[in-house]
């Protein structure tokens, strides 16, 4: 079944064919729950990737009742796949780079090493420098000036290290220490319902379907999870449970 509709929000959501993302059109799925049972959702391939917005939303919250497979609770804002989940998006040329010079707290514009495909309202992470990871940073790109710098929206709150390298004593020789800057935008997304503090979670899950063993597996390349993960929990954004032949 090619899907080139918007379907209204759905509960439960299961997947027991083909689904195929129409990709002359964004197309958009809502559900509190997704069971990708039997069957498979594919946008794009290897070869020819999607190249329009594909947004599955995973609604509900924190206090809404789970739903269980085998007998393990699933949990709730999940999506089990027990098929196969093919998402093949587009990311830009420059996925990841570096600083090329140092960006000061206050700064307001990056000079990096590369920033090809890279668009003004486009998101960026920035590593720390020191030894605080929570000292990353999360930016937006208001202007690509000619020279290749990137203005942001707001000013750093951190510093950022841009020397080629520093020297490390005890003949260890040089690191780079340059601060790495990466791409977070794809075309293809996951993402929570009203309710982000309680993000969803992905689990590709093996498990016998009374006599048929059903084993889930998962190709991802180009898409984004946002926001994803549920807090004191060890759900994670994505995760590979009990898949007896480990993919």
Do not use: C
Request: proline fraction near 4%.
């Amino acid at each position: 079944m090619v899907l080139d509709i918007d379907p209204n929000p759905i509960n439960y959501f299961v997947v027991d064919g083909t689904l195929i993302a129409d990709d002359t059109r964004d197309v958009n799925i809502t559900a509190n729950s997704i069971h990708v049972r039997a069957g498979n959702i594919t946008a794009g391939s290897a070869a020819t990737p999607f190249m329009h917005n594909f947004v599955i939303q995973i609604n509900g919250l924190k206090t809404d009742n789970g739903f269980y497979i085998d007998p393990v609770i699933a949990g709730n804002k999940y999506m089990v796949v027990t098929g196969s989940l093919n998402l093949f998006g587009v990311a830009p040329a420059t996925v990841s780079t570096y600083l090329t010079k140092t960006a000061f707290a206050g700064d307001s514009t990056l000079y990096v090493a590369g920033s090809s495909g890279w668009a003004v309202g486009d998101t960026l992470v920035i590593s720390p420098s020191f030894s605080t990871y929570s000292e990353y940073e999360k930016l937006l790109i208001k202007a690509i000036n000619s020279d290749g710098s990137i203005v942001l929206t707001a000013p750093l709150v951190h510093t950022h290290y841009g020397s080629n390298s520093v020297t490390i004593s005890n003949g260890v020789g040089s690191l780079d220490a340059r601060a790495r800057v990466g791409h977070v935008n794809r075309n293809i997304q996951l993402v929570p319902g009203p309710d982000a503090g309680w993000g969803f979670t992905v689990n590709v899950y093996g498990f016998m379907d009374g006599t048929i063993l059903r084993i889930g597996s998962a190709q991802l390349s180009g898409v984004q999870f946002v926001s994803g993960g549920q807090l004191d929990t060890q759900n994670p954004p994505l995760n590979f449970m009990n898949n007896l032949q480990g993919n």
